[in-house]
């Protein structure tokens, strides 16, 4: 009867055992298929950001990581923390560490002459980083998975604002930020080249202070008819006729400043507009960013047949466009442009044909990099500041001005929100603020547990 009784209590343990183990099994198995996790951080440091995202899951092959770095590091330690996180985007990214000075002679045979240097490849394609943020690891997989660079050209001359300029009112951060995405970035002097080059696929004009000579318009009409893309920063104290260049494409830049109420809300200035309204398009595809466009000039477009126009920002409804600039109380008043304002705008026209470009007189037509058989795009802003040193930074200013080239150099995969910097975390007190938890916490705690306890104690003498 005992040995009945072992044999069915022994069984019934045995069964419950393995059930705990197949239940343990298979919620493993769930968890290998179904990988997910769960970032706190309030500025979502552990999550990558929607570009990393969209570059891994378009990988066409895939890629492998190979890191050279000191076992048992702080370094290796977040390089692995990374490399987590693209695996769970993407189950085919492979990566392995290495330790150099075990492994001699594959440190040699790469060339690695550093610690924390990781190889990207691609079938034959390597790329190699010596940094490993997200910021790095994003600009690496651009790098390893495009054939060819693309050519971003700023124009000079003018007194626009300058590509490697360091001032606040230089292009130098948004000209380092290009080149993380895998363009190359150069100047380009039209009157001394008579002509946009052939490989150029996006043309920046930011924000001439002095017009443009008709034979420089010809060059840049010829270059758009031809199916090229340029990007025009026009800034409302500028000089400059656009009229020449912008009357074709059917818009039009108001002399009027826009005057947005909603800025001072945010500790801004009048003449500083907040842009946060995005109509769908590709180009802010995604985009939730609200961007500041200092000292911006209205958009407008004209209807043209042959010509199609799309509103990519503008700012709220509470802004206007501004025609006395100069009066003493400004006010929105007949004559002025009602909100919302459009800040920035794309025009769109079928490349014009090859006997219709050598009709052109004062310049030779320009071959764009682009086939032909694509629409010359010239995307308009009524501010040149926004991507400067000074304001790149500002919530999403760089953001919007990397996704409009990239989209304009047909590199779609790039628009998106850009990983986020580990930047440290400030609290900003007031006086007041900085009183109450002084006193309220630091000292008035302390006070409140003394006193508490000693009049416990008055209490049990007085028993």
């Known amino acids: 009867m005992s040995w009945r009784r072992t044999l069915q209590y022994g069984g019934s343990s045995a069964l419950l055992v393995t059930l705990l183990v197949g239940v343990l099994v298979f919620a493993n198995l769930i968890s290998s298929n179904h990988y997910r996790r769960v970032d706190t951080t309030a500025a979502g440091l552990y999550t990558l950001a929607p570009q990393t995202v969209k570059l891994l899951t378009e990988l066409s092959e895939p890629v492998q990581a190979i890191a050279f770095f000191e076992p048992d590091t702080p370094a290796q330690h977040q390089a692995t923390q990374l490399f987590e996180q693209c695996r769970a985007v993407r189950r085919d990214f492979e ?21 924390n240097t990781t190889l990207l490849t691609q079938g034959e394609r390597e790329v190699r980083l010596t940094g490993l943020t997200e910021t790095d690891l994003t600009s690496g997989l651009i790098r390893v998975t495009r054939d060819k660079r693309r050519q971003i050209r700023f124009t000079t001359g003018h007194g626009e604002r300058p590509l490697h300029g360091f001032d606040r009112d230089g292009l130098d951060t948004a000209a380092r930020a290009l080149q993380g995405q895998g363009f190359e970035t150069s100047e380009l002097l039209l009157l001394e080249a008579g002509r946009v080059p052939a490989e150029t696929d996006v043309l920046v004009v930011a924000g001439p202070k002095k ?62 507009p907040l842009v946060s ?125 990397l996704n409009a080239v990239s989209w304009l150099a047909k590199e779609e995969g790039l628009v998106s929100i850009r990983p986020k910097e580990n930047t440290p975390q400030t609290l900003a007190l007031t006086p007041l603020q900085g009183a109450t938890l002084f006193y309220g916490f630091v000292a008035g705690l302390p006070l409140l547990a003394l006193s508490a306890s000693f009049g416990v104690w008055r209490w049990r003498r007085a028993l």
């Open 211 to 272: 017009p443009l000579l008709p034979e420089e318009v010809a060059a840049v009409t010829n270059y758009l008819q031809a199916g090229g893309h340029v990007v025009l920063l026009a800034d409302p104290d500028s000089d400059t006729d656009f009229a020449p260049l912008l009357d074709p494409w059917g818009i039009e830049t108001p002399q009027q400043l826009i005057i947005d109420p909603t800025s001072r809300m945010f500790g801004g200035d009048f003449t500083v």
């Open 95 to 115: 990566y392995r560490f290495v330790d150099p000075d075990k492994h001699p002679l594959e440190a040699q045979q790469r060339n690695i002459t550093q610690y």
């Open 277 to 401: 309204e995005y109509p769908p398009h590709e180009m802010t595809e995604g985009f939730n960013l609200a961007c500041f466009f200092p000292v911006a000039r209205p958009i407008v477009e004209e209807g043209r047949d042959d010509v199609s126009h799309t509103v990519i920002a503008r700012t709220g409804p509470d802004a206007w466009g501004e025609s006395h600039i100069q009066a003493p109380d400004v006010k929105f008043d007949e004559g002025d442009l009602k909100g919302p304002v459009a800040v920035m705008v794309l025009a769109e026209r079928e490349p014009a044909s090859a006997d219709t470009d050598r009709t052109e007189k004062g310049a030779s037509p320009a071959a764009p990099s682009q086939d032909t058989g694509h629409r010359g795009r010239l995307l308009v802003a009524g501010d040149a500041d926004f991507p400067t040193n000074q304001w790149y930074g500002f919530s999403g200013n760089g953001d919007l001005f």
